[in-house]
């Protein structure tokens, strides 16, 4: 699975959007871009993921540029239950032995502030 | 409905000491994942089940590690001989299937495990 940079911290104030960046520059063609987070003391939660077209769900949106080799996680109106450890994946979805793990990097802590 | 539980929530154990750690994945998901997250580290994929078998074992990190899953349902993961550097979280996910263009993988708790 390709490598993925994030910044290591990030700060957002309550209500605003939160955009946090991932670098992925050796993505694959058939490698799909996953967002997770996890709050503290809490298993991973699954955010979105998208292949090259934008995605929007209820909790994020999430904007792959036109070369894939890098996204960003978009959550709207951050609230202080954001606050989490935020993880970018990029993943191939089908074929081989391995295509059903997934490879944390060091993530993103968001800090959402009042 | 239900989500993924583990159990124990909790297990201290003294270093040589066998230990078992409990899965049980949301009904109808085929696919079984377990993971470990030591203090100031990543998250660590340790094994992969699809059904009872078990495709990729590349991250168990020796021989004390085994993993078994049974019915196509639970699982158990044994470390043998517990050391220190074995405490961990250790967190089980499953999944609908893996093989699909869509795998959301859901996660339980987590055990933590103490070797003193």
């Known amino acids: 699975d390709a490598k993925t940079t994030q910044p290591p911290s990030m700060d957002c104030a309550e209500g605003r959007a939160a955009n946090l960046p991932c670098n992925h520059s050796t993505i694959s063609g058939n490698e799909y871009v996953y967002w997770y987070r996890q709050i503290h003391s809490q298993g991973p939660q699954y955010i979105i993921h998208?292949?090259?077209n934008n995605e929007t769900n209820e909790m994020a949106s999430l904007i792959i540029t036109e070369d894939r080799k890098s996204s960003t996680l978009i959550l709207p109106h951050a609230t202080l239950r954001d606050t989490a450890v935020y993880y970018c994946?990029?993943?191939?979805?089908?074929?081989?032995?391995?295509?059903?793990?997934?490879?944390f990097g060091q993530g993103t802590i968001l800090t959402v502030h009042p | 409905g239900a989500g993924v539980s583990q159990s124990p929530s909790n297990k201290v154990t003294e270093k040589g000491k066998d230990v078992e750690l409990r899965c049980d994945p949301i009904s109808g998901h085929t696919a079984l994942y377990w993971y470990r997250q030591s203090l100031g580290q990543g998250l660590e994929f340790l094994i992969y089940f699809q059904g009872n078998s078990a495709p990729d074992k590349s991250g168990l990190p020796s021989d004390r590690f085994s993993a078994e899953r049974t019915g196509g349902s639970v699982s158990t993961l044994t470390i043998q001989r517990t050391q220190q550097e074995d405490s961990a979280v250790y967190l089980c996910a499953s999944s609908p299937t893996a093989d699909s263009s869509y795998n959301e993988q859901f996660f339980g708790p987590g055990t933590r495990l103490t070797v003193l």
């Open positions: 998208g292949l090259k």
């Open positions: 994946i990029v993943r191939v979805n089908a074929g081989g032995t391995s295509y059903g793990k997934l490879t």
